[in-house]
């Protein structure tokens, strides 16, 4: 019995990367279009969220979605949220509807097809690199002043210890937000290291529960309180992970 349910697993886990690439080779030439410039920004980043959208109903996943907070659409937001999970990049697309950059690592650049886009649109960052990562700030400045918001998944990466539940913050996107005075704007994804880690033979199809908490202003402040505010963010998101409202 365990034999044919690793089979199933498995088979599911493939179709994951079959709707990865597919909507991309399928909106290939809108898709090169838009990434040709940079002002096409917020067009490419709504076929984004249309296959964010699609890969988590094409997974058998369905979002459950707490906290309504209207955002400026004429200001910028630093969004962060826990991270377990590849999912959690289509899940960030599919509950933001804000466009934003993300600030991600260069190994997902290796993926084909989606890769090429991702190198396009997102600010890359090699974390072993002390350089690579002066080079995202710089890259992160540029996008802000464009109007554009910014997400990093503030651990850092995904957790070796699968029994830690939140990892420490790294204080990059904090001192971003300081720097420019722009809001942060957490999320809980609540599921996504039960529904899709990266254990191979692991997860299944279901709710995706997902708690979008009150922004935390930064207007005022300086890099001296980027340790209290970058505490402050992790403690909320630790507690709804401990204590789910949702």
């Not at 790294?170 to 809980?188: R, W």
């Not at 908490?213 to 992970?241: A, S, V, Y």
């Amino acid at each position: 019995m365990r034999f044919f349910k690793n089979i199933a697993i498995a088979v599911w886990r493939i179709w994951f990367y079959v709707l990865l690439v597919v909507p991309i080779i399928f909106m290939l030439p809108i898709l090169i279009v838009f990434t040709s410039s940079e002002r096409f920004y917020p067009q490419f980043f709504f076929c984004a969220r249309m296959w964010g959208k699609f890969i988590i109903f094409g997974m058998g996943f369905y979002r459950r979605t707490q906290g309504s907070h209207k955002l400026d659409k004429d200001g910028s937001y630093m969004f962060v949220a826990n991270h377990y999970s590849m999912l959690d990049i289509m899940l960030m697309l599919a509950t933001v509807n804000h466009p934003f950059v993300f600030v991600g690592k260069k190994e997902l650049a290796k993926i084909p097809i989606f890769g090429f886009f991702y190198r396009k649109t997102c600010i890359l960052v090699d974390r072993k690199s002390q350089q690579s990562r002066q080079a995202v700030f710089n890259e992160a400045e540029r996008r802000l002043k464009q109007g554009n918001s910014i997400c990093i998944f503030p651990e850092g990466g995904v957790p070796d210890d699968e029994n830690i539940i939140l990892d420490e913050f790294k204080e990059g996107a904090f001192k971003l937000a300081i720097d420019h005075q722009i809001p942060i704007a957490p999320l809980t994804f609540h599921d996504t290291k039960k529904r899709f880690s990266y254990t191979f033979l692991s997860g299944s199809p279901g709710k995706l529960r997902v708690t979008i908490h009150d922004f935390i202003p930064t207007k005022g402040k300086t890099q001296d309180d980027r340790k209290e505010i970058k505490e402050k963010t992790r403690e909320i998101i630790f507690n709804e992970l401990k204590n789910p409202s949702l």
